[in-house]
């Protein structure tokens, strides 16, 4: 059993402070993970991290640089982060490796990512947990643009024989418009109004983006809040279920 957990960067970090981990809840969810049986895919997002960065240089998905340095600087911020990642998973014992999408991972001139899994699947293979990131990520026409850690979820989704998917996200599940959890998505259609932007600094889109890729899967997705981490890992259903193409 192969599951793909996304830790949104706002669960991780304090999203509207700059470069600040919120510390209380990485360990909490560094304990969740410590928990669970099986094989376990990490990503996670840019958070006051990899946003501020980017924004800060006026790159997004669409809008790429040609500046090696902004590259850089957006791809070591989110270095901090997930050394942060990597030393809350090790306090709890988990063997934790980076896999980090600069070097690796590319775009096409339409923006389809192309992502090579074989470190992952022998990292699985060797009994370690694979952490990626959003990052900034080399894009055919464009130079860099970023890369959010959800389209890593999808490609991972796509390349590895992948069981589950949960995405973590600050908000216990996909909300209709009086704020109340969706249990269930099969269409966009049905949620297209509910689903609105995120409030703080995101440069890859909020729910909406995310409830779009997410229905392309083949393999069911979760959407949840930290509260439901937990029980994620423990095969339950907490959050909405994203159930495109099951
Ligand atoms: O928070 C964005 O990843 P996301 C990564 O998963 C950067 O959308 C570098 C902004």
Redesign the pocket.
């Known amino acids: 059993m192969t599951t793909v957990l996304?830790l949104?960067?706002s669960v991780v970090t304090e999203k509207d402070t700059p470069e600040t981990v919120d510390d209380d809840a990485l360990a909490r969810a560094a304990s969740a993970v410590a928990a669970h049986e099986g094989d376990l895919v990490l990503?996670?997002?840019?958070?006051s991290f990899?946003?501020h960065?980017?924004a800060e240089r006026g790159v997004s998905t669409a809008e790429g640089t040609r500046s090696a340095a902004d590259a850089v600087a957006?791809h070591d911020?989110?270095g901090r982060l997930n050394g942060a990642v990597l030393d809350a998973l090790h306090a709890e014992g988990v063997e934790a490796l980076p896999v980090r999408p600069l070097s690796v991972a590319s775009r096409d001139a339409a923006g389809a990512l192309s992502l090579p899994t074989g470190s992952v699947a022998t990292m699985l293979e060797e009994g370690f947990t694979p952490v990626l990131?959003?990052?900034?990520v080399a894009q055919a026409g464009s130079g860099v643009t970023?890369?959010?850690?959800?389209d890593l979820v999808v490609a991972l989704a796509r390349e590895l024989a992948v069981d589950r998917v949960g995405l973590c996200s600050t908000v216990p599940g996909v909300l209709d418009s009086s704020g109340e959890v969706i249990d269930r998505i099969e269409r966009f259609s049905d949620v297209a109004d509910a689903v609105g932007d995120s409030d703080a600094t995101?440069?890859?889109g909020g729910m909406a983006a995310k409830v779009e890729k997410l229905l392309a899967l083949s393999a069911p997705a979760h959407v949840f809040g930290p509260d439901g981490l937990s029980a994620f890992l423990a095969g339950e259903s907490p959050g909405t279920v994203v159930a495109g193409r099951e």
């Open positions: 996304k949104g960067g990503v996670h997002g840019g958070g990899g946003h960065a980017a957006i911020a989110m990131h959003g990052d900034g970023i890369t959010s850690g959800d995101d440069v890859t």
